[in-house]
T-cell receptor, first 114, second 118 residues
Framework: DQQVKQNSPSLSVQEGRISILNCDYT??????FLWYKKYPAEGPTFLIS?????DKNEDGRFTVFLNKSAKHLSLHIVPSQPGDSAVYFC?????????????FGQGTTLQVKP | ETGVTQTPRHLVMGMTNKKSLKCEQH?????MYWYKQSAKKPLELMFV???????ENNSVPSRFSPECPNSSHLFLHLHTLQPEDSALYLC?????????????????FGEGSRLTVL
């Protein structure tokens, strides 16, 4: 039973446009969410996070939106750049235990075309 | 130099071999993790060590045996693996495991060890 799902395996956008990556979760106990970015031959790196007490968190070109009622979050990248081409993983944490046990989605490969 | 270093980067082994993956973190963190990444599947948590004590074992087969001799080093000993165990094995660390969100709330990953079992 996959608790965190990224239903789009890939996404292609033009440079300068908006990239929207989606993530759905099933466990209502999740209350902290993170996005990681992974380049080929490298480990994932932390990108941005959001607590369930917020519905939006912004960091430069990256914004994460959380819709708790729909159990859905999305990552917006504006404007998209070729260097953003990577695999993006959504992850969730159960805050009741406040542990580092993150549940990851299967990832979405983003390609930004020049 | 990255904060989390994994060796070897690539490993090919037969089903009867015994090998080990090594992870070292230079960040002064107290928690270390092993994750498995198979193609088109989510990152799967395998083991977690907090202050050198194993705190999570996610129903991992006994042919995978972790070892954490100190807070900076983590090993994954491999024995009689199956071809379906071929995957990218990622090591990660965090400042703490139990107060995860009180710190940065992020994991720091190594570059991974690509394992192929023939």
């Amino acid at each position: 039973d996959q608790q965190v799902k990224q239903n789009s395996p890939s996404l292609s956008v033009q440079e300068g446009r908006i990239s929207i990556l989606n993530c759905d979760y099933t466990n209502s106990m999740f209350d902290y969410f993170l996005w990681y970015k992974k380049y080929p031959a490298e480990g994932p790196t932390f990108l941005i996070s959001i607590s369930s007490i917020k519905d939006k968190n912004e960091d430069g070109r990256f914004t994460v939106f959380l819709n708790k009622s729909a159990k859905h979050l999305s990552l917006h990248i504006v404007p998209s750049q070729p260097g953003d081409s990577a695999v993006y993983f959504c992850a969730a944490s159960k805050g009741s235990g406040n542990t580092g046990k993150l549940i990851f989605g299967q990832g979405t490969t983003l390609q930004v075309k020049p | 130099e990255t904060g989390v270093t994994q060796t070897p980067r690539h490993l090919v082994m037969g089903m009867t071999n015994k090998k080990s993956l090594k992870c070292e973190q230079h960040l002064g963190h107290n928690a270390m993790y092993w994750y498995k990444q198979s193609a088109k599947k989510p990152l799967e948590l395998m083991f977690v060590y907090s202050l050198e004590e194993r705190v999570e074992n996610n129903s991992v087969p006994s042919r995978f045996s972790p070892e954490c001799p100190n807070s900076s080093h983590l090993f994954l000993h491999l024995h009689t693996l199956q071809p379906e165990d071929s995957a990218l094995y990622l090591c990660a660390s965090s400042q703490d495991y139990y107060r995860f969100l009180l710190n940065t709330g992020e994991l720091f990953f190594g570059e991974g060890s690509r394992l192929t079992v023939l």
